[in-house]
């Protein structure tokens, strides 16, 4: 399949790049920075294996702020574009490379700097995987909530670049809301702290919710203060399967409306169900058109009275069967088969995985306009996500020598992400608009928005170095 265009804008000269590089191994010696084609290639791409962006000229490994400081502020010197990057899972293109740009990866910036018990927070470097941050803070009865489906690669400061959501985010808000406090390095290579510690906290203008969810493109954050929680009790788990997917999208709000507060309320359609049963052998109802994953980290009692709600609510609105999971080991199986759906589909082919998302009310209109966006282009689409918060994630699955590919690919991902706003939704509820989804920031957000979305990039990064080409197109 021919990869899709990404319109990126033209880079620096190639005697800017070569200045550029020269400065860096003179001013940063102890510096790691990869070079060779072969080591910048592996940073060419995030997840989204569709684009074909621009190889990066060098992939800067810092250990420190002061480093980051220092790349950018010669970066602003010979105008070349700077790229951060976590663990390259994304979704967006939006750690993918620029044309004559270095990208920063963040691997070696993995420590964690503090765990706070009495502040409930932890200070901790970007490069932190999502996965060991919980790991820590659990060891001492603490509790990080944010955890996108891919916690166990991508990195805390990918997490903020896109503001992740995840599995718990229908209990415990997205990324953003756990962020308190940032050290950030701005365009210019300063280095400047916003919040701290304080749960409240309203001097001046919100600077953080501004730059978490901003894909690089307004500061590099070099240093997150985190919200922690007491550690909640151990999941309790339901599952429950529908001949129908509208059914599963009644049951969604009969589950809400029945007053259950889960902590996870997930769906998987009958592909993705046959595709993730095909690896993981978890027995899963093969003829059932739909799958919803229900849980509750209630105390005690609670979360079991909870679940049976949710049960005889799933019952109502007309579901085959529903199990409460008594072993933890069983429910474990089948949130990491709910977490490795996108593994399963690019077993199926090139899946390109989009993420829409409505008002959880219009969920069962969403899913029936995935299903005729999928029968009108004669394409596979499997559906699964987070619709507890109204997002799901169809994934359109193409053979992999599909010659039209790139055009079909284009033609439903318009057809999905027209879909979402009529419905009053959003073309991206978790992934960001990066590369990918440019074209539809205007139509979802209007002009004025954009607008100002344009004044403040030209504020905060006038000379346009900040992970250019991404979130807004060039002018
Ligand atoms: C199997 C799979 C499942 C997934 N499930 C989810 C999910 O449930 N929820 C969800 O939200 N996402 C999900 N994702 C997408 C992805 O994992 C998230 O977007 C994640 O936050 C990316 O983290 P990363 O470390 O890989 O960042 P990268 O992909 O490297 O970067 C992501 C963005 O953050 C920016 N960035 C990175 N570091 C910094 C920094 N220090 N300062 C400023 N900007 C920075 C980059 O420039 C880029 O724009 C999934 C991906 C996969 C492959």
New binding site residues.
């Given amino acids: 399949m021919s990869a899709i265009d990404t319109g990126m804008p033209a880079g620096p000269s190639l005697e800017a790049r070569a200045a550029y590089l020269d400065a860096v191994l003179g001013s940063l010696p102890g510096l790691r920075l990869l070079t060779d084609e072969v080591d910048r290639e592996s940073y060419r791409r ?2 989204t294996a569709y684009l074909e962006p621009p190889l990066p000229i060098g992939v800067a490994l810092p250990t420190a702020t002061a480093e980051v400081a220092e790349l950018v502020r010669l970066a602003a010197i010979h105008r070349v574009p700077v ?10 293109g ?2 993918a490379g620029v044309d004559g740009g270095l990208t920063i990866a ?1 691997t070696r910036m993995d420590r964690i700097l503090e765990i706070d018990r009495a502040d409930l927070v932890v200070v901790t470097q ?1 490069g932190v995987v999502n996965a060991d941050l919980k790991k820590a803070v659990a060891a001492e009865g603490l509790f990080y909530a944010p ?4 916690y166990e ?3 805390i ?6 503001n ?4 718990c985010c229908v209990k415990y808000g997205v ?1 953003r809301d756990s962020v308190i406090g940032l050290e950030i390095v701005t365009a210019d290579g300063s280095v400047v702290r916003l919040g701290g510690r304080t749960v409240k906290d309203v001097a001046g203008y919100g600077l953080i919710p501004l ?1 978490v969810g ?4 307004l ?4 240093e997150a203060t985190l919200r922690l929680r007491p550690a909640p009790p151990p999941k309790a788990t339901l599952i429950a399967f529908f001949a129908a997917l509208d059914d599963a999208g009644r049951a969604v709000a009969a589950v809400i409306d029945a007053g259950v507060e889960p902590c996870t309320l997930e769906l998987m359609d009958r592909t993705t169900i046959r595709a993730v049963d095909d690896i993981h052998h978890l027995g899963l109802d093969l003829d059932a058109a739909a799958m919803l994953l229900i849980e509750s980290d209630l105390p005690g009692a609670a979360a079991g009275i909870a679940l049976e709600t949710a049960a005889r609510a799933c019952d109502g609105a007309g579901a085959t069967t529903t199990i409460i999971a008594t072993d933890p080991q069983e429910a474990d199986w089948l949130r990491q088969g709910r ?2 759906a ?2 399963a589909m690019e077993q199926l082919g090139v899946a390109r ?1 989009e993420d829409v998302g409505v008002p959880r009310g219009r969920v069962p209109d969403l899913l029936r306009e995935i299903e005729r966006i999928a029968s009108d282009q004669g394409l596979t689409i499997a559906t699964f996500g ?1 619709v507890g918060d109204g997002n799901l994630h169809p994934n359109i699955i193409l053979d992999r020598d599909e010659p039209d590919g790139a055009a079909k690919l284009k033609r439903a991902t318009d057809a999905l992400c027209i879909a979402a706003i009529e419905l009053g939704g959003t073309v991206t509820a ?3 608009i ?1 590369i990918s989804r440019r074209d539809f920031l205007e139509r979802q957000r209007g002009a004025g928005a954009v607008a100002l979305m344009r004044a403040i990039k030209d504020a905060l990064d006038p000379l346009g170095i900040l ?1 250019p080409g ?1 979130v807004l197109s060039e002018r």
């Fill in positions: 995030d997840e790229v951060p990057r976590g663990a390259g899972t994304g979704l967006s939006g750690a963040f970007p955890d996108p489906a891919s690669m991508c990195t400061g990918g997490n903020l670049g896109t992740a959501g995840g599995l990324t730059i901003s894909q690089g493109t500061a590099i954050v070099t977490r490795m996108f593994n995985m987070h978790e992934h960001g990066g992970n991404k």
